[in-house]
């Protein structure tokens, strides 16, 4: 029997956050709409999805842990909405993370989803994952940018 590996760098990058990108739109809209015909909340939907992984006890964030959190979730949007979609920059002792969510709002709305339904999602969703890591996130959308605002948790909080 012989054995092929599949090596993920055959399709050049760009090619393959194209492809991603798609997948990625279309398969969030269709969370989306499924969490709607079940009357969910954005909330609700959220906490349905979502399994975050906790630190290890005694583990606290911090300002690595806060960075490194904040460019994940930036390259997770541009795999999601285009790098030239989203911008993150440290303001202080937090970071802000915009992506224009234009793309994803066409593919929302071929499934009858409002963006502001996705905006609430996606920041229940990055809420749950930041509490058990230390890291508050506030969400927030204008218009087709979405908002996130990382910062750590103050410690009676986490």
């Known amino acids: 029997m012989t054995s092929n590996h599949v090596s993920i760098d055959t399709l050049p990058t760009e090619e393959a ?20 015909q079940g ?36 390259t997770v949007m541009a795999l999601m909405h285009g790098a030239s979609n989203v911008s993150l920059e440290r303001e202080g002792d937090s970071w802000l993370l915009k992506a ?26 990055a809420r749950l994952v930041g509490l058990t890591k230390g890291i508050d996130y506030t969400t927030w959308l204008e218009g087709d940018v979405l908002h996130m605002r990382l910062s750590l948790l103050e410690p009676e909080q986490a």
């Open 100 to 125: 224009t969510l234009s793309v994803l709002r066409e593919h929302l709305k071929a499934w009858h989803v409002e963006l502001a339904f996705f905006a609430r999602w996606l920041g229940e969703q």
């Open 17 to 36: 956050a194209n492809w991603l990108q798609s997948h990625l739109t279309t398969w969030t809209a269709y969370a989306c709409t499924l969490a709607q």
């Open 39 to 74: 009357t969910l909340s954005p909330e609700d939907a959220a906490r349905l999805f979502m399994q975050p992984v906790p630190l290890a006890a005694g583990e606290r964030a911090d300002a690595q842990l806060l960075e490194r959190q904040a460019r994940q979730s930036a």
